[in-house]
């Protein structure tokens, strides 16, 4: 396959991949029963709200009868509010953002596999059940997943951390890209260090032709770059709540909901029910609170904890959802499983394959492996891996002979 038809085979597999997912998106209702199935997308959509109609970031949680101003941060509900806060909008955004996705896919394919290859990896995207799934949905996945992608895209095109001009601004792109996702998916906060490092090491052949050692302390830059991004939020926060929140008041209690006596590895916090008493705590205390208790119940039951955390991996990369509201239906199993199985079957092909190095290989694994130990130590759901099946359609792509570069 020439570069020429490369391109054109690109366009068509990202037209029908846009396609599908505007006919899905599209399908959606935007009535309150369908927005209250899945409360996360209520939460987001009055976030929105608020920030139109009065510039701040503010909710009511119900559970609590209270105003909290930085249970969510504030990068999804940006999105919504640049959309008028319509879930319409919102979706189509969506499915222009997930196919966007399709194209850094094949981009940072492109850099070790031949023009076939990055086509097929760049069709695995396309097709991704879950991916078309969630354009449908008003919630972050989207948003993260395209994020996570052209952040990778960038660090990679870059040729590594250079000083000079183009090169430069790619790889402190990428790596702005990749802080501000946290503001997306709070529970990224290392992600930028984590893939800044991989891609340093998997462009390290390139650098050793310019010289023997890295321009860029690379650690250090994406941490300043944490830093810079998340700074304004940090202010708002003290300036608000008189403390240094530096992703969200949600984590303490997402950190219970992952750690208690009646944890199952799922979501379920059913417990606030029981603890009346929380309702007099303001957010910030609340979250130490439940964090507290988390950590309490880990040292008290240690084994019990280690068990929890293998079913909650388990769950994250389950073939098939296991949800209350989709899990029963056959047709979601079946279509997961089919596609579940083909692409954990042939990234595991791509590894035993000597077409990637080493390098690139853990380059392309390190969301993967980053969610799965995030979902250990918090809650496990098939959502949180979404976003590491781009970079591991890459590795599906390399077991293909026909990926061999030319």
């Given at each position: ?12 597999v ?42 701040n ?11 909290v101003?930085a ?12 959309c008028?806060?319509?879930?319409t909008?919102?979706r ?73 001009g ?27 260090v ?37 700074f ?46 929380t ?87 390190l969301?993967a492996?980053y ?20 970079p ?10 026909s990926?061999?570069?030319?």
């Amino acid at each position: 396959m020439t570069e020429r038809s490369a391109r054109l085979a690109l366009a068509v597999v990202m037209l029908l991949g846009l396609g599908v997912r505007l006919g899905w998106a599209m399908r959606q209702p935007n009535d309150e029963a369908a927005i209250e199935r899945l409360p996360d997308q209520r939460e987001y959509l009055d976030l929105g709200r608020h920030l139109i109609d009065e510039g701040n970031l503010w909710m009511v949680d119900p559970r609590f009868d209270q105003i909290v101003y930085a249970f969510r941060t504030p990068g999804y509900p940006l999105l919504i509010a640049c959309c008028d806060a319509r879930p319409t909008v919102v979706r189509i955004v969506q499915c222009l953002l997930d196919t966007s996705t399709i194209l850094a896919i094949f981009l940072l394919a492109r850099r070790w596999l031949s023009p076939r290859g990055a086509v097929f990896a760049a069709a695995m995207v396309a097709v991704n059940p879950y991916m078309i799934f969630f354009t449908g949905l008003i919630l972050s996945e989207t948003l993260f997943t395209a994020m996570l992608c052209w952040g990778m895209a960038l660090l990679i095109l870059s040729d590594g951390p250079w000083p000079d001009g183009n090169k430069l601004l790619g790889w402190l792109g990428g790596g702005a890209i990749l802080a501000v996702a946290i503001l997306v998916r709070p529970g990224t906060f290392l992600l930028p260090v984590v893939i800044g490092c991989g891609a340093a090491l998997a462009n390290r052949t390139i650098l050793r032709a310019y010289r023997s050692d890295w321009p860029l302390p690379v650690a250090a830059t994406m941490l300043v770059l944490t830093g810079l991004v998340l700074f304004p939020w940090v202010a708002r926060n003290r300036w608000t709540l008189g403390s240094w929140v530096w992703t969200s008041t949600n984590d303490g209690i997402t950190r219970y909901d992952g750690f208690n006596p009646d944890a199952t590895g799922a979501s379920d916090q059913k417990f606030v029910r029981s603890m009346p008493w929380t309702k007099d705590m303001t957010e910030i205390a609340r979250s130490r609170y439940f964090s507290q208790l988390a950590d309490d119940w880990i040292k008290a039951n240690p084994m019990d904890a280690i068990k929890l955390a293998g079913v909650k991996i388990s769950r994250t990369w389950s073939p098939v959802p296991l949800s209350a509201e989709y899990g029963g239906r056959w047709i979601y199993h079946a279509v997961g499983l089919g596609y579940g199985l083909l692409l954990d079957i042939l990234a595991i092909l791509g590894l035993r394959q000597q077409i990637l190095s080493g390098s690139v290989k853990r380059f392309l694994l390190l969301p993967a492996i980053y969610f799965t130990i995030a979902a250990g130590l918090s809650v496990g759901s098939l959502r949180y891996r979404i976003p590491a099946e781009g970079p591991m359609a890459i590795l599906a792509a390399s077991a293909l002979r026909s990926a061999r570069r030319s």
